[in-house]
């Protein structure tokens, strides 16, 4: 069973602070990560995608991977209230010969004012 | 452009009857995939087309649930005599390579 796994939370943290919010997956094959942002009663939006080792930033958000250990992470700087939502991180598998996309169940992220 | 529709926006049926929900996946996106997401929970993987091979239909929940993608673009998700458990909101999304994009969803609600 081919999985990816995040810690549900919440995670709270301090408005100018920085959020790291993690994922590990199990399919040693992917190549393409994703993180998701939900907010509340909306759809999931794409915020970034990460293809090789390292880190990948666009503004505040930095994307870091790490093939060997099969961890992603999103760190996200000077956090804002506007931040507060669900994060869902996602990965490539393959699957009878199908390239298809799975997800984590998200972890809630609170920003304190 | 475009970006995905989903139709309708909100569904209230009673427990029994049959429901259609509708999704116009990004022009010239190749896969698509539908998800249920229930209050507070995480995305639940439904079914997944990828151009013209056989959708993988690994997570429709029973065989209540069908879906059919029409000329490679629209899809419809089809629900047989729904039950209060088929409340959630049905999300569509599409993508040319990899990266997902996702319609607004359906709510529907059975009474």
């Known amino acids: 069973q081919k999985e990816v796994e995040q810690n549900s939370g919440p995670l709270s943290v301090p408005e100018g602070a920085i959020a790291s919010l993690n994922c590990t997956y199990s399919?040693?094959?992917?190549?393409?990560f994703f993180w998701y942002r939900q907010y509340s009663g909306k759809s999931p939006e794409l915020i970034m995608s990460?293809?090789?080792?390292g880190d990948k930033e666009d503004g505040r958000f930095t994307a870091q991977l790490n093939k060997a250990s099969q961890y992603v992470s999103l760190l996200i700087r000077d956090s804002q209230p506007s931040d507060s939502a669900t994060y869902l991180c996602a990965v490539n598998v393959y699957m009878n010969r199908d390239d298809k996309i799975i997800f984590g169940k998200g972890t809630r992220l609170h920003i304190l004012p | 452009g475009a970006g995905v529709s989903q139709s309708p926006s909100n569904k209230v049926t009673e427990k029994g009857k049959d429901v259609e929900l509708r999704c116009d996946p990004i022009s010239g996106h190749t896969a698509l995939y539908w998800y249920r997401q229930s209050l507070g929970q995480g995305l639940e993987f439904l079914i997944y087309?990828?151009?013209?091979?056989?959708?993988?239909k690994s997570g429709l929940p029973s065989d209540r649930f069908s879906a059919e993608r029409t000329g490679g673009s629209v899809s419809t998700l089809t629900i047989q005599r729904t039950q209060q458990e088929d409340s959630a909101v049905y999300l569509c999304?599409?993508?040319?390579?990899?990266?997902?994009?996702f319609g607004p969803g359906t709510r529907l609600t059975v009474t």
């Open positions: 999304a599409s993508s040319l390579v990899s990266e997902q994009y």
């Open positions: 399919d040693r094959g992917s190549q393409s």
């Open positions: 990460i293809y090789s080792n």
């Open positions: 087309f990828q151009g013209n091979s056989a959708p993988d």
